[in-house]
């Protein structure tokens, strides 16, 4: 099978995209995008010899004028897939509708709980026991697409928002990579429905339950 190519969208930090770059993926990391000049992680693409670009979106004044911009700039690496990875701007149905089936994005929460913003505040005030995140493909409603893969963390008595957005986000660097991994081995289906089937093994039957289940 041919060396998948991959492009990756970043706004911030970067971390995401970090445990992608380090995860020996059979793959070509193509090129990091960004709409944010100052994102911290394009300058860890280049560390990692990743080509990088800047598609600013203050520097149009009509979403499709951007949407344009950046989809020239994601075409000309001629991707498989796509990679939203804390990629911060909404994208139109139309812009999505043509990478259908290649492009991913994390969110962290267990969705369809907590789609948009805050999702870690949202999570303690709403009192569950179990968050987490979830790597989904795009379409065209926000943080609704087909579920890939998720992965649940116990909520602790007495966390932090900081203190349950690191739990979570140590899962979303296992979590991504494997999603992407499966891809570049031609193990996902993306059904008529719009439900993801991964050929995989099945693990262990365990449930995760917090506060744990008591022994006796
Ligand atoms: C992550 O929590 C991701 O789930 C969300 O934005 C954050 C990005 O973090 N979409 P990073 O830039 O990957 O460090």
């Known amino acids: 099978m041919a060396e998948k190519r991959i492009v990756i969208l970043i706004s911030g930090r970067g971390s995401n995209m970090g445990a992608i770059l380090g995860a020996g993926l059979p793959a070509r990391i193509a090129a990091v995008i960004s709409n944010e000049p100052k994102a911290r992680g394009l300058e860890l693409a280049r560390a990692h010899h990743v080509e990088t670009a800047v598609v600013n979106h203050r520097r149009y004044p009509e979403r499709a004028d951007f949407e344009a911009a950046l989809g020239a700039e994601i075409d000309r690496h001629q991707p498989d897939l796509v990679i939203m990875a804390g990629f911060m701007r909404i994208l139109a149905p ?3 509708e043509r990478y259908r089936g290649r492009i991913m994005n994390i969110h962290p929460s267990l969705l369809p709980a907590f789609p948009g913003l805050d999702t870690h505040r949202r999570a303690l005030e709403a009192g569950v026991r179990v968050h987490g995140c979830t790597v989904h493909f795009v ?3 926000l943080d609704n697409g087909p579920i890939i893969i998720q992965a649940a963390v116990p909520v602790q008595p007495g966390d932090t928002e900081e203190r349950l957005a690191a739990r979570v986000l140590a899962e ?8 992407i991994r499966w891809f570049c081995e031609g193990r996902i289906k993306l059904g008529r429905a719009g439900a993801v089937d991964v050929d995989t093994p099945p693990g262990p039957d365990t449930a995760l339950a917090s506060p744990p289940v008591e022994t006796h």
């Open 94 to 96: 139309a812009f999505v």
């Open 139 to 141: 379409n065209a409603a």
């Open 172 to 179: 979303e660097h296992r979590i991504y990579p494997q999603a």
